[in-house]
């Protein structure tokens, strides 16, 4: 597109023509604040901290939706424009709850930081009515707290846009304005799916994951509990992010290290059972495969995706995979085969998930499958950013932590394993696996990596011709892609045999437990290539790149579950799913 | 044919005063006395006399009943439409003069008055498309479907000098013109409807007294600018507008006035209706938009305008009813018909709402430039009770209010913008000396502060401690440092709204401080509402020297304020007082006052 002259602050740039005044501002080296504004998620100019001056214009305009034209003339910093957005931060404090002090988002949060920023010196200028609310805390994933939301929306439009689920959005006006669900439905009481995208989206403490951390503690601090614990793959390439780490840095080491300094008895790795899944999915799918029979098979690693299918498409639940997710196949494993091996009983152990996800602890609390009765495969479930917590809260040094290694049988993991933290991850690993099963050939490191499924597009397909079968696979991350091919495939538009979905857009790099990074860096970073190059870099840096080569793995088939598919396999790594109403 | 026609007003004002009944006995009284072949009764639209209805004329002699009751309708029968005497006592009391019947236009209140927008209403059946036919009714889109190209039609327009009668003044021919220099595979005229100013009720009138001109209007609208389908977003509180335009759609489709081909000119369109739940920033054009896609109605960032992407992201040209009720008239007789009105940049006419404090409450339809004064003195027939006029406000929550010393301003845009105030959609508040100023602005302040639509946080937020400053005010609390702040934030919620209506919200504020500053510090500095009006600033006392000690006042109180001896003076307690006023109606002696 042709570009065009305009002026920011006195001085001449050349733009593109059609681009907004933020990211005009931007190119010149502007850094124009913004609050609501979520780059092509929520483009509504609502909250109007970033408007800027711009000759000729009757008001001040808000520069995340202004686009720009030839010659014109913008001021970002004017006085009338800093004494408005001064004056927008303390309208939004005066209906903030200004419980900082203890905010789980207190030096995170975006509303604090442009308030320091502006040296907002009186939070109570304009107090006056403030509308109160009862926080939903309904939900097994998150709470809400209307009384530190400031309507951006943010949530409101990643639910709907990203998504495709839509349970939350503005009801009442005027002051009494809020974000809730319909008819002030109770979050448990919606087809909410539990991805906590929103949390993500949020600029300050109104969403939140619930928090378990002191569950675990307790855990650690019963003298009747052996407390293991697994971390999911996303979390080594997340949490480094909490420690001033670059994005997408490896800390598996580290993360190992400050695990055993908080108390846990075990530390173990959920990139094993993610290659525990691959056996068994791999397997599933081979089956399917041979007798066409409930073709395309889909993922079902993913409890957000799981709840969206049970949800908006219970008619595709006999497509999904029966494996529990690698977080379930190895809380099923721990409670039955560590248990009988260490002696402990299982209902002794108390299993801990590290994962980036929140819907993991909705999943927790299916215990409708659990391998023993009445016994829950996984007791907790953490978030990437409740470890952090925890970690900070007990005073551990985590940059000055030696790299320590997993402990046994459940400490190794294959590359395979680590890229399922990514979208495409999970559909490359069972795609090495199935390669080699079918053809009996070994891929070597030129054919190893599957890159037609890689990279962070919502969509992506290819087809694989093994050992003369055509394989049709389509990959996709967001609930909203995922829609968009499940109903290409309902319409019959499109014929796949493997489908992998996860509901968070990029997959687990980028779940809804995952450190939070704000507008600031979200608008400019893609967050989800960053920490997904963090993966693919683990992947090449281990020695095992193959599930079915893991070693552990092999051991497990042969000490317990006999062989992929097998009937105790099925009893403890397989489960079920269920139609649920939408209201 | 009839021998004699009698109109009743079927407006929603004279509906609600029982104008059905009205109708209904007429007609049964017309076919007892066997007259039903030789008088026909017509439920028209609003004559715009409100204040004066039920209202009916009775015609060839144009005897104008006001404020006629069902018991009444035998003796018009009787009299009247049998034996050929009119019934005096029910005459307008301004057209019974010593020699004759006055006609209605030579009365004050239309005299000045010129009815473009507003000519059928009252005039004809709404109900009954033939009647509009009758009166040159579709000849405008005929005109353009045969003889005019959409670009012809478009200079028409632009020519009469016609401006968005909605409240922004937007050049219309325009705004149709930038619609139709876009390209798409799908375009749309969208009527607004959704008239919410408080006491503005013009677009309700002309949907319920002339809806088929606006079906035309659009339909002009959509040739003009290459749209083949239309809304009309109407409120749902409008029940006798939105049924009215109902049948009118209907009826236009039956008779090919709407749908494919229409007059075999290869031109399509149709029109739906929508009606709004109720919420004032649907009048917002593009929230409106937003609405009828089935979302909350919350207004959108401009650009893109509606003449890019619009409804369903389409072009659209949003245009309101008054506008549109313009336009049959000045295609079919020329730009100069309507250029020739009005001022130098505000051409035609203007309906404006007359209510408040003024002796002839309804709507009027006046040339652009008429003065406010001659609203107020010759068509409103001045303020009641002997009061002296104060302000008006125009333009509703989103105008301004006009003191006495511009009483001569002429009404129209550029005018009214100069001192403060704008056109709006046309309400019109007069004000007397008994009215507050600060408790004016407080009024249509906490109007906004209802509606504002929530998304955008200078309204949401800033418009509510605007109120509570204001409340803080009237309440004998406020400091000279609240004026300042309240000053400041209204500059600032008009730069940093999203929509007009947050942009506008503080208007009545900043006008009222303006024009009544005076006023403002009284409340502030000597804790004191001149006007009486703050109840938390005035107080009711007992003058000893006139007060009899008869006690009634102290019976009357509904909350045993006052007491005393008989036969000598009583007092109030003025920590229990709540400023009602009862004892001021009661009191024989005018010992009690309000100060």
Redesign the interface.
Known sequence: MANVNIKINNREYSVPAGISILEAARLAGVEIPTLCYLKEVNE?????IC?VEVKGAR??V?AC???VAEGMEVQTNSP?VI??RK??LE??L??HKKECLSCVRSGNCELQKLCKDYGIEDAHR?D??RPKYEIDASASHMYRDDEKC??CRRCVAVCNKNQAVGVI??N??????HIASPYEMPLNSTSCVSCGQCITACPTGALSERDDTQKVFDAINDPEKFVVVQTAPATRVGLGEEFGYPMGSIVTGKMVAALRRLGFDKVFDTNFSADLTIMEEATEFLQRFTKKENLPLITSCSPGWIKFCEFYYPEMIPHLSSCKSPMGMFGATAKTYYADKMGIAPEKIFSVAIMPCTAKKFEAERHDHSAIKGIPDIDAVLTTRELARMIKKQGILFNALPDEEYDAPFGLGSGAGTIFGATGGVMEAALRTAYETLTGESLNDENINFTDVRGTQGIKEATYNIAGNEVRVAVASGLANAKKVLDMVKSGEKTYDFIEIMACPGGCVNGGGQPIQPASVRNNVDIRAERAAGLYRDDIGLPVRKSHENPDIKQIYKEFYGEPGSHKAHECLHTGYTVRKKY | MYRAHVLVCGGTGCTSSHSPEIIDALNEELKAKGLENEVQVVRTGCFGLCSNGPIMIVYPEGCFYSQVKVEDVPEIVEEHLLKGRIVKRLLYSETLTQEEIKPLNQTNFYKKQRRVALRNCGVIDPENIEEYIAVDGYQALAKCLTELTPEDVIKIVSDSGLRGRGGGGFPTGRKWSFTAANKADQKYVVCNADEGDPGAFMDRSVLEGDPHCIIEAMAICGYATGATEGYVYVRAEYPIAVKRLEKAIEDAKAYGLLGKNIFDSGFDFDLHVRLGAG?F?CGEETALMTSIEGN?G?P??R?PYPAVSGLFAKPTTENNVETFANIPQIVLNGPEFFNTIGTETSKGTKVFALGGKINNTGLVEIPMGTTLREIVEDIGGGIPNGRKFKAAQTGGPSGGCIPEKFLDTPMDYDSLLKIGAMVGSGGLIIMDDTSCMVDIAKFFLKFT??????????C??????LL?ILEKITDGKGTMEDLDTME??CY?I?????CGLG?TAPNPVLSSYRHFKEEYIAHVRDKKCPAGVCKNLVQITIDPEKCKGCSACSRKCPVGAISGKIKEPFVIDQSKCIKCGVCIETCRFDAISRK
């Not at chain 2, 949401?460 to 401690?465: D, K, L, P, Q, S």
């Not at chain 2, 008009?494 to 999203?498: E, H, P, Q, V």
């Open positions: 509504i100019g609502a909250c109007r408007v008001s001040l808000a939706v202004f686009p009338k004494a408005s004056t927008t309208l939004l005066s209906t304009f006056g009515f400031i309507l959005g503005a009442d006006r005027g002051i009494d304005t | 919420a920033v909350r919350e959108r960032p650009p502060v209802d509606e504002s639509c929530g998304k955008c946080t200078p949401r937020v800033g418009t509510r401690r509570e400041a934030l600032y008009k730069d940093n709204s999203l942009q």
